[in-house]
Nanobody
């Protein structure tokens, strides 16, 4: 079965950095678009970043220039390097996998990021 496990979250001061990881298993990793989403209490889940098998990336306007998504097919992992963090970035960050050309998707349980002084 497909499993996605996020890690790397924590407490950081405004302006700080964190690197999130998502380890995937039980799937042919190269066949999946991989993305990051986030959700704060009382808020809806929102798109953060995506990287497809070719390495093409897209970002939400709110994180452009601050966040960098990447993938390592040899490790079946994706990453989210976050810099210049702001309090509004506080959220549970979840990993999403979508099989290319289908509606089949999988989600991880998420890792908490808290930006506060």
């Amino acid at each position: 079965q497909v499993r996605l496990v996020e890690s790397g979250g924590g407490l950081v001061q405004p302006g700080g950095s964190l690197r999130l990881s998502c380890a995937a298993s039980g799937m042919i990793f190269s066949r999946y678009n991989m993305g990051w989403y986030r959700q704060s209490p009382g808020k809806t889940r929102e798109f953060v970043a995506n990287v497809n098998p070719e390495g093409n990336k897209q970002y939400a306007d709110s994180v452009k220039g601050r966040f960098t998504a990447s993938r390592d097919d040899a490790k079946n992992e994706i990453y989210l390097q976050m810099s210049s963090l702001e309090p509004e970035d506080t959220a549970l960050y979840s990993c999403r996998a979508i099989l290319v050309g289908t509606l089949r998707e999988y989600w991880g349980q998420g890792t908490q990021v808290t930006v506060s002084s």
